[in-house]
């Protein structure tokens, strides 16, 4: 399926090449953008973003898999991303996945059948103090966790009750740009 920058992407595109004195530094705010449009960077949205930056669509493809938040495939509702580094390793980051996997019933890197989460790994996010520590959908953090934590996690996620809005629920109600 072809893509093309809606007239608000391709206002805020226009606006952001004023903002920045060097057009390289527009594209990461454009490729949240897009993939706020699209749900996540389709392989025709990486060559529309290349050819609108003048740029390869292999290099956008590079600057894309480089940051976890980007993401190249169609995912969850709610992505999980558990640290696995070292800090999370050593305070039961293995135990902590195998709860969420066993909870969901998929692998690392899957997604639950009726799209609501996407399981994955993430590197260090920051947060080795009060490892072991999750994100979900890139905001939303979960520090200090343990099998029965995630357990809350999952079910809060579930009944939207501990969560924050979903990446789509945030981006329609304004969230960042
Ligand atoms: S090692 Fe997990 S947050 Fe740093």
């Avoid at 969850?76 to 050593?90: A, D, K, M, P, R």
């Avoid at 953090?141 to 501990?162: A, F, N, R, S, W």
Wanted: glycine share 6%; net charge neutral.
């Amino acid at each position: 399926m072809s893509y093309k920058f809606s007239p608000d992407t391709e206002k805020y595109f226009q606006w952001l090449l004023t903002r920045y004195p060097k057009k390289d530094a527009v594209l990461l705010p454009l490729l949240h953008r897009v993939q706020n449009d699209v749900g996540y960077l389709t392989p025709e949205s990486i060559d529309y973003v290349a050819e609108r930056m003048g740029l390869s669509s292999g290099r956008i493809r590079e600057v894309a898999s480089f940051y976890s938040m980007f993401r190249l495939n169609k995912k969850g509702t709610y992505v999980l991303q558990i640290c696995h580094n070292i800090s999370c390793y050593l305070r039961g980051a293995d135990e902590v996945i195998e709860k969420a996997k066993s909870l969901l019933g998929i692998g690392l890197g899957e997604t639950t059948p009726d799209g609501m989460f996407t399981l994955e790994t993430a590197e260090c996010l920051a947060s080795c103090s009060t490892a072991p520590a999750m994100q979900v959908n890139d905001w939303d953090y979960h520090e200090e966790l343990t099998p029965e934590k995630m357990e809350k996690v999952i079910q809060g996620l579930k009944d939207k009750k501990c969560a924050l809005p979903s990446y789509r629920d945030r981006m329609s109600q304004g969230g960042v740009a």
